[in-house]
């Protein structure tokens, strides 16, 4: 049996690194060009600088980045899929009504004591009331 803390701690690890890998397809994804200028556009030389640091082939670069990211993610949210459902395997909840799990009804097994509040509600209604 797997401890929960080293599960849970796989967990957190592959979630992090799924939500870096989710940014950086996304700001690679706006950086591309596409037919209408796109982002790259906005931020001065229309793909023309992006061109000057990566080479005159950055569009295929980004293209095959893009590509390696989005296989990345499909991985790593399959591997988050596993590790939580093998955290969940590993430590079922039982059943109610099993020996393990007390059974914890909210019904009283015997009413409980209203007071008589009968005599209150008359004492009150024979007072006479006080003239102004």
Do not use: N
Request: glycine share 12%.
């Amino acid at each position: 049996m797997t401890p929960v803390l080293a599960v849970g701690g796989l967990v957190s690890l592959l979630a992090i690194l799924f939500l870096i890998v989710c940014v950086l397809m996304v700001l690679v994804i706006l950086v591309q060009k596409p037919k209408g200028g796109g982002l790259s556009g906005a931020f001065g030389g229309g793909g023309g600088s992006a061109q000057a640091v990566l080479g005159a082939k950055t569009g295929e670069f980004l293209t095959y980045f893009t590509v390696g990211m989005f296989l990345l993610f499909i991985l790593l949210a399959m591997g988050m899929q596993w590790t939580i459902r093998a955290e969940v395997e590993a430590d079922p909840v039982p059943a109610v009504g099993s020996p393990d799990v007390p059974s914890t009804s909210t019904v009283p097994e015997e009413p409980a004591q209203v007071p008589d509040t009968t005599e209150a509600a008359e004492a009150t209604d024979a007072a006479p009331p006080e003239a102004p």
